[in-house]
């Protein structure tokens, strides 16, 4: 089958980058990406390319590109889902926050309404591929709606994660490690599984891409981000032990790093992980493993989550006991607040938490974060419903410029490793600050010996 049609639901971190490559390495097939927040589609549809609603190094350029050409954004779900071959869900799958498995299964009401949609709105076969993270066997699921519709139209399911990282989405995508694709072992699931392994194929290499079996595709996926974050974690085990005994995470992480067998990436200690994925999808294969009576599966994974929450804790600890154990009334500043460079996504962002933790000690917060606005900061923190929002905005103050961020600060900690932070000018910085002047790095980025030549008192993680 030539596929000349693509839909995607859901133009979010996933959908809009994920398909603007697509469009841009398929000038033949026409891709439309289509969402109920109109808000967001408005803004891919921007004149302004600056005002895109998710900001990757290099996104603008390919979306100009394409955008117009063949990549098109809508609200109108029914006509591109009527008019596509194959169609990509790509919508939110957040922890649940209610009823069974409240905080800890994977709220799948988004996907059920677009399987449920589709199957309304078929006439013709269509290819359905699942772009969102998933439990395993939730194709199952999808595929029971989709094959009650008694109108005769038939469907594959394929499961294609995503395995690109924020910040990094672009070149993750034109240069994946693979593409996996999970079908059905019939004739049909193979033919469909084909389909998009020829879209796949106008730019990435026939050895890079994985066919498997959907279950084996649907759990490949959660547990790829499990083993990515309990590396995480590892670290973030060795960084405490190391700051009790004078060794030094980053020299630890180094020798070995150079184990071939464990590999240098993904070793880094910091404050904690963060983002929309690592936690949520743990959480799920924890409560899927529980779900199965698999305890100890389940106990083993939840430590990773457990000691990411124990770091983000330790964090702002630290703070507070440094600064005499009181931080009431101080101005801390924080340079940062996404959960990791070049990206404006703040999900699950460490920095939400240590600002938690120091606003219950009636601490002043002063946020610069170059890609961040006051109004997501103030909105990350009402989420947690720890106190009333006019409260919040009290605490937190927001500034455009770092400079003005520091000044008359009592300490400033370093939530986001944004290159931008090591070129400042670290001493004009002390001279506006009150002394002593802290700097809590935890992100282990800045220059530590230097930042104590000019008069800081200076702490990374681990060391
Ligand atoms: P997102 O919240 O940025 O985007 C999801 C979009 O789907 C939203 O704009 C929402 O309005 C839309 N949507 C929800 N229900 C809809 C419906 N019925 N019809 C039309 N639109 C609808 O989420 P995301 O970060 O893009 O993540 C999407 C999925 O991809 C999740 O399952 C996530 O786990 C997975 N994933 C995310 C990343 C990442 O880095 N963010 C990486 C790999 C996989
Ligand atoms: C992750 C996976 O990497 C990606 O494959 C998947 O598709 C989605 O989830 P993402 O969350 O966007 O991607 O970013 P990632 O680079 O994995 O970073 C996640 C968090 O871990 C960030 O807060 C980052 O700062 C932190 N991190 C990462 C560390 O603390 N140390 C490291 O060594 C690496």
Aim: net charge negative; aromatic share 8%.
């Amino acid at each position: 089958m030539k596929i000349t049609k693509i839909c995607c639901i859901g133009a979010g971190y996933v959908g809009g980058p994920t398909m603007a490559v697509i469009a841009q390495k398929c000038p033949e097939i026409q891709v439309t990406v289509v969402d109920l927040n109109e808000e967001r589609i408005a803004a891919w549809n921007d004149e302004d390319i600056n005002n895109i609603p998710i900001y990757e190094p290099g996104l603008d350029k390919v979306v100009a590109e394409a955008r117009g050409r063949n990549l098109f954004f809508s609200t109108d779900v029914e006509k591109a889902i009527d008019e596509a071959q194959i169609i990509f869900i790509s919508v939110n799958t957040p922890t649940k926050t209610y009823g069974k498995g409240k905080g800890m299964a994977a709220d799948l009401k988004y996907i059920e309404l677009c399987a449920r949609q589709i199957a309304r709105v078929a006439k013709d076969n269509k290819i359905v591929v699942e772009k969102s993270t998933l439990p395993v066997r939730t194709a199952e699921a999808i595929k029971s709606i989709l094959d009650n519709t008694g109108n005769g139209v038939q469907f594959q399911i394929l499961s294609n994660p995503e395995f690109l990282a924020e910040g990094t989405a672009v070149q993750d995508l034109l240069n994946p490690d693979r593409i996996l694709i999970g079908g059905d072992t019939t004739p049909e699931g193979q033919k469909a599984i084909q389909a998009l392994i020829e879209v796949y194929s106008n730019w990435v290499p026939a050895d890079k891409i994985l066919t498997t079996n959907v279950w084996s595709s649907e759990l490949s996926k959660l547990t790829a981000n499990a083993f990515l974050a309990q590396r995480i974690s590892s670290i973030n085990a060795m960084s405490e032990l190391c700051e009790k005994t004078g060794a030094d995470v980053n020299e630890v992480a180094k020798a070995i790093g150079m184990d071939s067998r464990i590999g240098s990436k993904f070793l880094k200690a910091s404050v904690g992980f963060g983002g929309s994925c690592f936690q949520k999808d743990i959480l799920n294969l924890v409560y899927i493993a529980k779900s199965y009576g698999l305890n100890e599966v389940a106990d083993y994974w939840e430590q990773v989550i457990i000691m990411n929450d124990h770091q983000k804790r330790r964090f702002s600890n630290n703070i507070v006991q440094t600064l005499y154990n009181t931080v009431s009334d101080k101005k801390i500043t924080f340079l940062g607040w996404a959960f990791k460079k070049d990206t404006n996504d703040t999900r699950e962002s460490a920095a939400i938490y240590v600002a938690d933790d120091l606003i219950n000690e009636n601490a002043k917060i002063a946020v610069y974060d170059p890609k961040v606005s006051r109004k997501k900061v103030l909105a990350d923190l009402d989420y947690l419903q720890t106190r009333t929002a006019s409260t919040n905005a009290d605490n937190v103050l927001s500034f455009d410029n770092p400079y003005d961020a520091c000044k008359n600060s009592h300490a400033i900690a370093v939530l986001t490793e944004w290159d931008e932070f090591i070129q400042y000018d670290w001493q004009k910085i002390y001279d506006s600050m009150q002394k002593p002047a802290f700097v809590f790095d935890g992100r282990n980025i800045l220059n530590g010996p230097a930042l104590e030549a000019i008069g800081f008192v200076y702490q990374g993680i681990g060391s």
